[in-house]
């Protein structure tokens, strides 16, 4: 395989007399919008899990590069009590992170602390204050080496499927120059210190590839 260099890029409120449950009741959405507030499924160490959330309209892309050092340092300390960030992806508005935890209550405690430490910095960096996500997060248990492939591909070339222009094969408001499971070699200038973990499940240390190969540079996600 031929050695490819790629240069480093840089509310209204209604109120009530009585309280209780009332139909239609709760935080508008807007169509096609919000998480289902439902129980959440328990999750096995074993498995990693794609997790995804929007932002709030109106507010300013992700996709700069100040902004982006800023979610690269709260994401380099996001590791602790059984929960860990292996992969990323930083769209305009919105990201996808690929993790790993011991179990439900890890994950949910470390989303929850990542989405308040990116929440307050970003504000701070913006000058407002309110809230800066859409809902809660969205998850999806990956449960078998395809399923890890497929969302390795989603997460890692995400910016091809909203047609996003990035002007190389990699993408570098995500997690791809530092994954070693492409296919293609390459050399990445003035890279920064990398933000994620190592995998420790077997899934996504070793399963995905051993089974179904590794990603090429010009993969497209589906879905």
């Known amino acids: 395989?031929?050695?490819?260099?790629?240069?480093?890029?840089?509310?209204?409120?209604?109120?009530?007399?009585?309280?209780?449950?009332?139909?239609?009741?709760?935080?508008?959405?807007?169509?096609?919008?919000?998480?289902?507030?439902?129980?959440?499924?328990?999750?096995a160490s074993r498995f990693p899990v794609h997790v995804n959330v929007r932002l709030v309209r109106g507010l300013p892309s992700l996709r700069v590069q100040e902004t982006y050092a800023l979610l690269r340092s709260v994401?380099?300390?996001?590791?602790?009590?059984?929960?860990?960030?292996?992969?990323?992806?930083?769209?305009?508005n919105h990201a996808h992170w690929i993790c790993e935890a011991t179990d439900r209550e890890s994950l949910s405690r470390g989303?929850?602390?990542?989405?308040?430490?990116?929440?307050?910095?970003?504000?701070?960096?913006?000058?407002?204050?309110?809230?800066?996500?859409?809902?809660?997060?969205h998850e999806h248990i990956l449960r078998t080496p395809k399923q890890v492939r497929n969302a390795l591909v989603y997460v890692l070339r995400n910016a091809w499927k909203h047609r996003v222009r990035v002007g190389q094969d990699l993408d570098m408001f995500t997690s791809g120059p530092w994954f070693d499971g492409w296919k293609e070699k390459f050399e990445v200038r003035g890279l920064p210190e990398c933000p994620v973990a190592r995998p420790r499940t077997w899934l996504l240390h070793t399963g995905w590839w051993k089974h179904h190969g590794r990603i090429s540079l010009s993969e497209m996600p589906g879905g």
């Open 1 to 43: 395989m031929g050695r490819k260099r790629v240069r480093g890029v840089q509310g209204r409120l209604q109120f009530s007399r009585r309280g209780g449950w009332r139909p239609r009741a709760g935080r508008p959405k807007g169509k096609g919008t919000g998480v289902p507030h439902r129980r959440r499924e328990p999750l």
């Open 75 to 92: 994401f380099a300390k996001a590791e602790k009590r059984g929960f860990r960030i292996v992969h990323f992806s930083i769209q305009s």
């Open 111 to 137: 989303m929850q602390g990542l989405l308040i430490r990116m929440a307050k910095r970003l504000n701070k960096l913006w000058g407002r204050a309110g809230r800066v996500f859409e809902d809660r997060y």
